[in-house]
């Protein structure tokens, strides 16, 4: 991604990008995949959201704390990843725009309100 590269040191920056998101992307597809056969071998179902899948374990207490823990780790997760993988770039691109009122902090804070609430379709 050369909005994370853009400033390195080296003009082989990207390069270490190059075999860690093919492997990321197929071991997710994989992870997905496994996800997918568990759910028609327990509930007889093809379930590919693990959102969808929340509904299933409310046989007990315990399993019904686990999938609002499951839940709330999930939400974390995709909230830290898109602030940020957005929050830099976002910040570096305002402070081009206004670089006497906005530096890359700033711009990544505005980035923080206008992604949280105007952003979000």
């Known amino acids: 991604m050369s909005d994370f590269s853009r ?3 080296r003009t082989r920056g990207q ?3 190059s075999p860690t998101i093919p492997i990321l992307t197929a071991l997710f597809s994989v992870l997905g995949l496994a996800v997918v056969g568990a759910g028609r071998v327990l509930y007889n179902q093809d379930i590919s959201s693990l959102v969808a899948m929340l509904p299933y374990w409310h046989t007990t207490g315990g399993s019904r704390f686990l999938a609002f823990c499951c839940a709330c780790l999930w939400l974390l997760v995709q909230i830290s990843c898109d602030l940020s993988a957005n929050s830099g770039p976002f910040g570096h691109d305002t402070m081009a725009i206004r670089p006497r009122w ?3 902090r700033r711009g990544s804070m505005l980035c923080l309100c206008l992604g949280t609430w105007a952003m979000v379709p």
């Open 7 to 9: 400033f390195s040191k």
């Open 15 to 17: 390069w270490a990008q």
């Open 102 to 104: 906005l530096n890359v």
